[in-house]
């Protein structure tokens, strides 16, 4: 079956560092994405991997490692504005996207 | 119109009536996607549109129906709600030509079925 792992919650501190990770089973496989989520609010789209490797966006970065299934999401000097959902989603072969269940990011002062 | 338009925001609805959730986009995009998103639970697709006058089944399309009839405006109808399709509906569209299929989302539309 198809599968995508992540975590359900996680605390971080304003100004600090956080990595959302996820991993995923997919039958084929034509790149991973990242969408950012606020309560009541629509997903939006943060990142897309498809090579191997670390992809910089701001005080955004997504890294993709296709041998190992595993996808990271790492943001840095969080503000609070950070807190969000982060919705982590696969590709597979027949360009459907997989969605995981999504990360709660609650940032602290 | 910028983007995707969902409507209504939001309803309630008796069990047992028809309901048509309607979603328009001006990106000229090709396909288009019905989700629902319950608490606790990844996005699931419902119904998707590769092109205008095709449609597919999703991970949980039964109790609705999509038709394409343009490139414009994908309607998901319910043709006799039910209790457990309360949920958050969302509707989405991706330009799938590049191969990036990155979906951009309407706002939403929150249904509650009593």
């Known amino acids: 079956g198809q599968n995508i792992d992540q975590p359900t919650e996680m605390t971080a501190t304003e100004g600090a560092i956080v990595q959302i990770n996820c991993t995923y089973q997919t039958s084929g496989f034509n790149g991973l994405f990242w969408y950012q989520q606020h309560a009541g609010e629509a997903p939006t789209f943060l990142s897309y991997n498809v090579l191997d490797g670390l992809e910089e966006k701001g005080r955004f970065s997504s890294f993709l490692s296709r041998s190992k299934g595993y996808s990271y999401l790492l943001l840095k000097e969080l503000q609070m504005k950070d807190s969000a959902s982060y919705l982590c989603?696969?590709?597979?072969?027949?360009?459907?996207?997989?969605w995981g269940a999504g990360t709660k990011l609650i940032i602290k002062p | 119109i910028a983007g995707i338009t969902q409507a209504p925001t939001s309803q309630i609805l008796a069990a047992g009536r028809r309901m048509t959730l309607r979603c328009t986009q001006d990106?000229?995009?090709?396909?288009m996607y019905w989700y629902r998103q319950d608490l606790g639970l990844g996005l699931r697709l419902i119904h998707y549109?590769?092109?205008?006058?095709?449609?597919g089944k999703g991970e949980v399309p039964d109790g609705y129906s999509v038709s394409r009839a343009n490139t414009d405006d994908f309607p998901l109808t319910l043709a006799s709600a039910v209790p457990s399709q309360t949920s958050v509906y969302f509707c989405?569209?991706?330009?799938?030509?590049?191969?990036?299929?990155?979906?951009?989302f309407g706002p939403g539309t929150r249904l509650t079925v009593l």
């Open positions: 989603a696969a590709l597979d072969s027949n360009y459907q996207l997989i």
């Open positions: 549109s590769n092109t205008a006058g095709t449609t």
């Open positions: 990106m000229r995009h090709n396909a």
């Open positions: 989405a569209s991706a330009e799938t030509s590049g191969r990036t299929d990155t979906q951009y």
